[in-house]
Every structure is written in C-alpha cells, then in structure tokens.
C-alpha cells in the first residue's frame, strides 16, 4: 500500500514472528486482535533492540533497558480505530488485558497486554 496511515507497534512482550511456538502464538495474537477490525498489511515485521525504557513511552514500572519489539503495519479502514480524534484509540481498548505468553519474565503481573498507565507494556504510533 502507498500513501496508507501507518501505525507502528511497541511491547515489552516477544513477539517474533519466527521464534519459538510461544513466541509465534504472541505475534498471531497481536495481529488478530488489529484485524478485529480491518485487515492490516504488515510492512515491517517485528524487530527487537534492546534499548533504554526511557526512549520509549511504556509506564514507569519499567526502568532500565530491556528488550523491546516493534513492527510496522498499514490498513484500508483507519477510521476503524479512531474515537473522538485518537487514531489508536480502538487499537488500544482492542489490546487491552489480552493475555500473552512472557517468555523473557520481564512483564509484570498480569501476563496481559497493559495499554496504560503505570505498567503499560505495549503502545502504538501514527503516522509513523
């Protein structure tokens, strides 16, 4: 696609895409829960840095450096995702407490998509 919005996607949770049964089953997840509502097309699949947490906009439970995946995506519908003028806003309540496998044993308690607050482990950009 050209000239699409595009999101791009960070989380603390591994979500490599041809990693292990564990971490395949989180980037599965994760798509499924963006094609709830429309039909993303990947353009960068997930890339892992490791990286210091305060270049990035995860809560304040994390500090430090630690290992963070990314992948771009685009959509025919964005307008799908938006309330009251976020653009995400959709994607985020869509990923919010949707449970993932920590194969790193980084994340906090619960083992679940976080879109929020103090232990946010996963965000998304627009237009990136």
């Not at 696609?1 to 895409?17: G, S, V």
């Not at 890339?47 to 959509?75: H, M, P, Q």
């Not at 976020?86 to 994607?91: I, S």
Request: negative net charge; aromatic residues 14%; hydrophobic residues 35%.
């Amino acid at each position: 696609m050209t000239d699409a919005p595009r999101y791009k996607c960070y989380t603390l949770f591994d979500i490599t895409d041809k990693g292990t049964r564990s971490e395949t089953r989180n980037w599965n997840t994760l798509v499924q829960v963006i094609s709830l509502r429309t039909q993303p097309f990947i353009i960068e699949f997930p890339t892992c840095e490791i990286a210091n947490l305060k270049n990035f906009r995860f809560g304040k439970d994390y500090k430090g450096t630690a290992k963070v995946w990314s992948f771009e995506f685009e959509v025919d519908h964005p307008d799908l995702f938006v309330v009251d003028d976020d653009p995400v806003a959709n994607l985020l309540s869509d990923s919010s407490l949707v449970p993932l496998i920590d194969s790193t044993n980084f994340i906090l308690p619960p083992k679940c998509l976080i879109t929020s607050g103090y232990s946010c482990n996963i965000y998304f950009d627009y237009n990136c």
